[in-house]
């Protein structure tokens, strides 16, 4: 099969032929039908995020179609559509597993890090952790939906069901997902984005972001929760000053700059800090019923296989409406 392989951060992905995977115990066999291209494959790409293994199959943003199964993935049945998220694998043992909190499991493995993702024509996926995907939404419109949209997801219960004036600061694949579901939910949204982005605010906008600016500018209200996706530590800060007293900002990246000082006065007043890591399983199920409920507007932009670079560079630069997608490698027959 053709594959983009990372063979150490820093480089580019090399264009590849590869012998095609094998399903092992509880796998399924998937031919790839569309891949989003996250942010994260850029944290792993750049060397952010250290402990990749080498070469590998970047991609956690799976659509795919199953080829096939061995012993214990009768979940699916050829044919069918699913989706593979980041979190591919825990222990199932610890206390956080036992817990429900497997996001945190110190065990995990993780699609598109430490097992081969989706830039490929075929990957192999535990059945455990693949989904079902919900009708109405093109393989391009649902790839973001696995991580961009389970993020948000996760990072939106974590400001709290009563934060009805809520800041996203980054304004990327998750922000555009996460905002429609905040303004179903009854939400007032300001987005910020970098400076001089006026595409991005006028994007916001039309979402039904109440206000857009820079992320240098104070918003024109107090807000009562900010959820960060840009992975620039100066906005820690920049939110906590944003919010009103008991706010909440939410960091909802796997990684960020350095946090800078800040003046306790901008945490005091019962202002709440606090970090999203992966996601559950529980996460998935949720947030594809929802938007299986509610349609949700995902904008993308697609492009080839081997175009994979240019699509990881154009994310690296601010310059994607929306989310990026890896095109189907070889679509389903009719």
């Known amino acids: ?39 994260t494959d850029l944290h792993v790409a750049d060397g952010e995020l250290s402990g990749a293994k080498t070469p590998l199959v970047l991609g956690h943003e799976i659509v795919g179609e199953v080829v096939s199964g ?23 043992e610890c206390r956080f597993c036992r817990a429900g909190r497997e996001n945190l499991c110190d065990r995990a493995r993780f699609t598109g890090y430490q097992v081969d993702g989706g830039y490929a024509e075929y990957t192999v996926a535990d059945a455990r952790f693949c989904f079902r995907l919900p009708e109405g939404y093109s393989d391009a419109e649902a790839a973001p939906l696995l991580c961009a949209g389970l993020i948000g997801h996760r990072a939106l219960r974590a400001a709290g069901g009563e934060a009805e004036r809520l800041g996203i ?3 990327g694949a998750a922000a555009h997902i996460v905002a429609q579901v905040a303004r179903h939910e009854g939400r007032r949204i300001f987005a910020f984005t970098r400076s001089g982005d006026v595409e991005g605010q006028a994007f916001a906008r039309e979402l039904g972001a109440v206000w857009a600016g820079a992320s240098t500018e104070p918003p024109p209200e107090p807000l009562d929760a900010a959820i960060i996706f840009a992975p620039v530590g100066a906005l820690v800060p920049a ?21 800078p000082s800040f ?50 560079d154009r994310l690296r630069r601010g310059q994607v409406r929306g989310a990026a997608v890896l095109t189907p490698i070889q679509p389903a027959a009719g």
């Not at 939110?239 to 946090?259: D, F, N, Q, T, Y």
Request: proline share 5%; hydrophobic share 50%.
């Open 239 to 259: 939110a906590l000053a944003a919010v009103e007293k008991a706010g909440v900002v939410v960091c909802a990246g796997i990684h960020m700059s350095a946090i």
């Open 169 to 171: 600061y980054g304004f």
């Open 70 to 92: 061995e012993e214990g993935a009768g979940a699916f049945a050829a044919g069918d559509r699913v989706g593979v998220p980041w979190l591919a694998w825990t222990c199932g």
């Open 1 to 39: 099969m053709r594959a983009m392989l990372l063979d150490a951060p820093g480089l580019q992905l090399r264009a590849a032929v590869v012998p095609s995977p094998s399903p092992g115990s509880g796998q399924v066999l998937l031919r790839v039908r569309a891949c989003g291209i996250c942010r």
């Open 263 to 312: 003046p306790y006065e901008i945490l005091w007043g019962e202002r709440t800090i606090r970090s999203v890591a992966n996601l559950t399983r529980r996460d998935g199920e949720e947030f594809l019923a929802l938007a299986g409920r509610v349609p949700l507007q995902v904008a993308t932009e697609t492009l080839a296989l081997e175009h994979a670079n240019e699509g990881l």
